[in-house]
């Protein structure tokens, strides 16, 4: 069973940063494309920023130029650093695995539980 687990939400004021970190439980962190989606209240989940085996990655036009993703190869982990951040950006935050296609609107075969991001005005 693969787990995501991620840390590193919170509450910050517009304009604020944050930095999102995932570490999967097994060696799903090489040979797939992971990424970071989010789901904020009565709205669909939407991806964010997804990464591939390659070091390609994708964003959603919402982000691009504020957020960036990367992987740490060392410490087999998955981060987004979230900077200049809106309050429309107020979301939970998923860490995600195992995309056929490496890019934000494909669907992930594999989901962590969570962080909450919540930027106030």
């Known amino acids: 069973q693969v787990q995501l687990v991620e840390s590193g939400g919170g509450s910050v004021q517009a304009g604020g940063s944050l930095r999102l970190s995932c570490v999967p439980s097994?060696?799903?962190?090489?040979?797939?494309?992971m990424g970071w989606f989010r789901q904020a209240p009565g709205k669909e989940r939407e991806g964010v920023a997804v990464i591939g085996n390659d070091g390609r990655t994708n964003y959603a036009d919402s982000v691009k130029g504020r957020f960036t993703i990367s992987k740490d190869n060392a410490k087999n982990t998955l981060y987004l650093q979230m900077n200049s951040l809106k309050p429309e950006d107020t979301a939970m935050y998923y860490c995600?695995?195992?995309?056929?296609?490496?890019?934000?609107?494909?669907?992930?075969?594999?989901w962590g539980q969570g962080t909450q991001v919540t930027v106030s005005s």
């Open positions: 097994e060696d799903i962190y090489t040979g797939y494309c």
């Open positions: 995600a695995a195992d995309l056929k296609v490496c890019v934000v609107d494909d669907h992930p075969k594999h």
